[in-house]
């Protein structure tokens, strides 16, 4: 391959350096920031010899060059466009400048928990090894010793992400929102203060203590933030706004006292009268119309979202889904959010699937097989942007995959025990009931691959392996013959790929050694 003209090409094709705002790469793509998406021919980049897709997300336009191709044409990228290197962090930031203000908002939450989803995860799936151990060992299906070290030790280990989780996202919160990381932890730790009433036992116990605040002006119930996630984003970012302030006009001889000391002793009073009961109800209603949608009579509602959750994908707003799972968590104990987002990502892939198995050219198939592969791992946007969306009809197919999946999941009253994995290692997650997430994850990938194989995908015509998709074949190449060799015309060396002048003049027979008047030798054609 030949870097520097794929490097020009897409220098070209994206409308040259008065469009760039910068460069960027991760493992996979070039991630180019533009200053006007219309001036970019996306069609014509996704065409150039090399690229393996094309698709725009989070302001950026991603351009997919596979790994170690993607480093060398970012070089040679860099060298046509006079650009200068920039981080992923850097694109990303400078995509979202240009962003609405909902999507940055979005973007946010998705920043805030990307960083602590590996803890999320880890206890998760403890929680679903121990819950499936549990369950084995009393209906007798497993005799191990419950008392012993590891058996105890590993029930600890398996929520204590989930009950210390306002610290995790408090910190997070402040290293986005610009504050002081360890001054937003301790935020999150004055939502979960042991003297304050833990949140699940209210549900059993009742509200034990309340507090007047503002003067006797109303009173407040003493209970503590477990499970909640709005509640604290929103105390982290009143604190990290009034530290930023107090640098600004506090002397510096003060600011290391002043600062730290107004901004918790001030955040924390407005978060245990004013913030926390605000936040916890709008996060409660939000938590409970969600169930309610989703408890909808007969799945209907589980399988509306099943099959709209791909198109929240397109739209970039489906980081969004981690409060909801994070918020069911602590509600129920479990997220039923989760097997349904599962289900969709499951589809799509099986909808990539069936695209690579079923076209014959080389470039789309080298395309959607890994695509399909990471689909199912709970990778999405490779198949989504880089095969279904493209070809339009497998992107339906894999959302009524999804919804198909989503209504089982529903009507079971499948759920799971932690966020943060879809597809095959979602299992982990609902070990509890592995046997209907597997059933889920059967109906999902059947339907949306038997449809686009039956009525999603077809290679277009005049498409041929080892073209790209769209593009025609071409035609045979013809043999040129002179004007005088035409009928009546003796020649016995005269070629035959044009039927019109090659006609024995006898039978009209077309030559191939022999005509039907058996006139080998004659040369009259």
């Known amino acids: 391959m030949d870097y520097r003209k794929v490097a020009e090409e897409i220098y070209e094709k994206v409308g040259k350096k008065e469009n760039l705002v910068s460069a960027a790469h991760c493992a996979t793509r070039l991630r180019l920031v533009l200053a006007d998406n219309d001036k970019c021919d996306a069609k014509a980049v996704e065409e150039i010899d090399g690229v393996k897709g094309v698709f725009s997300a989070s302001g950026q336009l991603q351009i997919i060059l596979g790994t170690g191709t993607v480093n060398k044409v970012y070089d040679e990228f860099l060298d046509v466009s006079g650009l200068t290197a920039a981080s992923k962090e850097d694109a990303k930031a400078a995509a979202a400048a240009k962003q609405p203000i909902y999507k940055r908002a979005i973007k946010t939450l998705g ?45 600890l280990f398996a929520n204590t992400a989930y009950v210390f989780l306002p610290i995790l996202i408090a910190y997070s919160a402040a290293k986005v929102f610009g504050g002081n990381p360890y001054l937003g ?10 003297d304050l009433q833990n949140a699940w036992t209210v549900a059993t116990e ?47 001889m003060f600011d290391l006292f002043v600062t730290p000391l107004v901004s918790v002793f001030v955040t924390g009073y407005l978060t245990y009268s004013i913030i926390g009961p605000v936040f916890v109800t709008i996060e409660n209603g ?15 509602g589980s399988f509306l979202m099943g099959g709209l959750y791909s198109l929240t994908v397109v739209a970039g707003v489906h980081h969004m889904y981690t409060v909801i799972d994070v918020g069911q968590l602590g509600l129920y104990g479990m997220t039923y959010w989760l097997p349904l987002a599962s289900a ?7 909808a990539t699937l069936a695209v690579a198995l079923k076209t014959r050219n080389q470039r789309t198939k080298s395309m959607a097989v890994p695509s399909a592969m990471s689909c199912f791992m709970g990778i999405t946007e490779p198949a989504i942007f880089g095969v279904n969306l493209r ?72 498409a041929s392996a080892g073209k790209k998709a769209g593009e025609k074949a071409e035609a045979p190449a013809r043999i040129e013959t002179e004007p005088s060799l035409r009928p009546g015309s003796r ?32 040369g009259t054609f």
């Open 206 to 252: 009742g509200v034990l203590r309340t507090q007047k605040v503002w003067f006797g002006l109303y009173e407040v119930d003493l209970v503590g933030y477990q499970g909640h996630v709005i509640p604290v984003i929103i105390a982290v970012f009143v604190m990290c706004m009034i530290e930023k302030k107090l640098h600004k006009i506090v002397p510096a």
């Open 491 to 522: 020649n016995l060396n005269a070629p035959y790929g044009d039927c019109r002048r090659h006609l024995c003049v006898r039978c009209s027979g077309r030559r191939r050694g022999h005509c039907a008047c058996q006139g080998v030798g004659d």
């Open 391 to 462: 070809f339009f009809k497998p992107f339906i197919c894999g959302a009524v995959g999804g919804a198909c999946g989503a209504l089982y999941a529903s009507i079971m009253g499948l759920g799971a025990t932690g966020t943060g994995v879809t597809g095959i290692f979602g299992l982990l997650l609902c070990l509890h009931d592995p046997i209907n997430y597997i059933v889920m994850f059967v109906i999902s990938a059947a339907v949306a691959f038997v449809l686009t194989w039956m009525f999603g995908y077809k290679d277009p015509e005049g």
């Open 111 to 155: 920043d805030i928990f990307v960083p602590i989803i590996p803890a999320i995860v880890a206890s998760g799936f403890l929680m679903g090894i121990m819950e499936a151990l549990n369950f084995m060992v009393n209906n007798g299906f497993l005799n191990i010793n419950t008392s012993g070290s590891i058996f105890v030790f590993a029930n």
């Open 286 to 300: 939000i938590i409970g119309g969600v169930q309610q949608l989703i408890a909808l009579p007969f799945g209907i």
């Open 185 to 194: 932890a301790v935020i999150g730790m004055l939502m979960i203060h042991p």
């Open 344 to 350: 969709a990502n499951i589809a799509q892939g099986a």
